[in-house]
């Protein structure tokens, strides 16, 4: 199987589009044309683990932290970084990481945590805004389905769990064709009037290129006449940290007991203990301190997250509790999201866990 094909695959699911401006997902090293036979996943593709994938014959290494995030002017070998990349290239293998885009989308790494700890009702903590754009387009009545019927599977009309969502309304159109015109309606030189429909359609803006392929392709007219339209509005699907709540609701020391036992965690560093049940959970995988205003207001009585700064858990101001699990604690279920997303669509290649624990982090 190309690589290209896999990389496609899990870009539609975790789109380039939404990580954070200082990550790097994306293929670190290889190329998209070479034949991909099997696949290590990890947390950090470090020395151990690029020594696992050749000793497992993996030619692809699928990472959840990039191991680049800013340029790099030598390589020499110098650092660890340099180390990963030199063995991985002379060794053939491709490095591709998936990081705050897994983070950010509803179906990610927060949504893992989330299913671990029994969470329901569980939705975005801090959706993203200004991601969505609204297609607005006019064409004859008797062709609008077939239009519609292009622009939903591009994408087009997706809102929540719902598909296919339009908004129309028919009217009057008016155009003039000129003499360089090969008109699908009227005649040249004159001012034609047909009934129209006008069709609206949100989309994710990442997407805007495919939108417009599939319109142009349906559309009957010689010139396509639509609007974009930015949108403002919260995209519910994709935002930072996730909320959640337990079908019944537990003692403070019992739920970090839980806590503690579901993440693998040797040491939870948490804020004072409020003396009442814990109903509502919010969570965030990596560091998940600037999400503390958001989970306050959402009314978590407790956020679990990691590298919380000393004078950062005075901010919890008695509101709700600050579970600290720590950084590799908190995305540890992260190579089981992808193990199962790649699982379930491909079969013609093997698929491997690691079992480097790549935790930088030591407890006595």
Request: proline fraction near 3%.
């Amino acid at each position: 199987m190309k690589l290209k094909e896999i990389i496609d695959y899990l870009e539609s699911i975790y789109p380039l589009a939404y990580q954070e401006s200082y990550d790097n997902s994306g293929l670190i090293c290889g190329n998209e044309e070479m034949n991909i036979s099997s696949a290590l996943i990890c947390i950090d593709s470090t020395e151990d683990v690029i020594n696992e994938a050749i000793k497992k014959k993996c030619n692809l290494i699928i990472a959840h932290h990039p191991i680049i995030f800013s340029g790099i002017k030598k390589i020499t070998g110098k650092t660890y970084i340099e180390r990963v990349l030199i063995k991985a290239i002379q060794n053939n293998i491709a490095i591709y990481a998936i990081h705050t885009n897994a983070d950010n989308v509803i179906q990610g790494v927060n949504s893992k945590i989330c299913e671990k700890l029994g969470l329901t009702n569980c939705k975005i903590l801090s959706p993203k805004s200004n991601l969505l754009r609204k297609l607005i387009t006019f064409c004859p009545v008797e062709k609008a389905a077939k239009v519609r019927q292009a622009l939903f599977p591009a994408s087009a009309g997706n809102i929540g769990n719902y598909d296919e969502c339009s908004f129309n309304t028919e009217g009057t159109g008016t155009f003039r064709a000129s003499e360089n015109t090969n008109p699908h309606v009227g005649k040249k030189g004159q001012q034609h009037h047909e009934k129209e429909v006008k069709i609206e359609v949100i989309y994710p803006s990442h997407i805007e290129n495919k939108i417009l392929k599939a319109l142009f392709t349906a559309h009957p007219y010689e010139e396509v006449a639509y609007d974009i339209v930015p949108l403002e509005n919260a995209h519910n699907q994709v935002g930072s940290g996730m909320i959640g709540e337990l079908e019944k609701a537990m003692i403070e020391t019992d739920f970090l007991k839980k806590v503690k036992s579901v993440m693998k965690t040797d040491c939870i560093k948490h804020t004072k203990l409020l003396n009442k049940k814990i109903k509502k959970v919010a969570v965030c995988g990596g560091s998940g301190s600037f999400l503390l205003k958001d989970a306050i207001s959402a009314g978590a009585d407790i956020f679990i997250t990691s590298d919380f700064k000393y004078h950062q858990f005075f901010d919890a101001e008695n509101k709700l509790v600050i579970a600290d699990v720590g950084h590799y604690e908190s995305e540890q279920f992260t190579k089981e999201l992808f193990y199962d997303v790649l699982n379930k669509k491909f079969t013609t290649f093997a698929l491997h866990l690691s079992k480097i624990n790549t935790n930088p982090v030591n407890y006595i």
